[in-house]
């Protein structure tokens, strides 16, 4: 039973998360102050109002804190991390995918911070250090080493409930442009007790 239940949550999860770098997007960071039927509003920290449009069919993923032990090789993630002088990468958080859950591939930028940049990949290696733990992620372009320390966030990737996304709770979407300049997208990202979804 519970193999099954790992299954479906990884099916719901893959069919609701975009393929982050494959398609020309806008980030929409904040929390909601509306959402009327499928016309998400959300405003930024800076004052910044954005209305996105969601899916007939728009789902909910939850981003749950777990331990970064959770982390192992073979494990599918994602994260956001800079690059140091030396090659390697620091991250500033990691998004781990249910089994089977393979989106967004690769080493490309990303909006968090200045220069920051998303990497996601299957894990190998992984070395515990005095600074946290050193990861070998690999992709299909390539491969790095990505730092992670033990104060970063790690959170694994979960279906939710819409009513989860309510007004005054920080989402994180990835919205597609579309022909007429107007926002729309397929699923919303929430964090858990409120925590604003980390990447």
């Known amino acids: 039973m519970r193999a099954l239940k790992l299954i479906l949550a990884a099916a719901a999860v893959a069919a609701v998360l975009p393929a982050w770098a494959q398609t020309p997007s806008e980030h929409v960071r904040g929390k909601v102050k509306s959402l009327a039927g499928d016309v998400l509003v959300v405003g930024a920290a800076h004052g910044v109002v954005t209305t996105v449009k969601l899916a007939p069919d728009w789902a909910v993923v939850v981003m749950k804190p777990v331990d970064v032990a959770t ?25 781990v995918f249910p089994p089977g859950v393979k989106v967004g591939e690769g080493h490309y930028p990303w909006d968090l911070k200045p220069h920051s ?17 050193m990861l070998e992620v690999s992709y299909p372009t390539g491969s790095k080493r ?6 970063v966030p790690v959170v694994m990737t979960t279906p939710g409930d819409r009513a989860l996304v309510a007004k005054g709770v920080s989402v994180f979407v990835i919205a597609q442009k579309l022909p007429d300049g107007a926002l729309a997208a397929n699923r919303v990202l929430v964090g858990v007790g409120g925590a604003a979804p980390p990447m």
């Open 71 to 95: 982390i192992q090789p073979g494990s599918f993630i994602g994260t956001t991390e800079f690059d140091k002088p030396d090659g390697t990468g620091q991250s500033l958080e990691v998004h």
């Open 146 to 151: 990505i730092l992670v320390p033990a104060n």
């Open 117 to 133: 940049m998303m990497t996601n990949g299957t894990v190998g290696r992984v070395t515990a250090s005095g600074k946290g733990r």
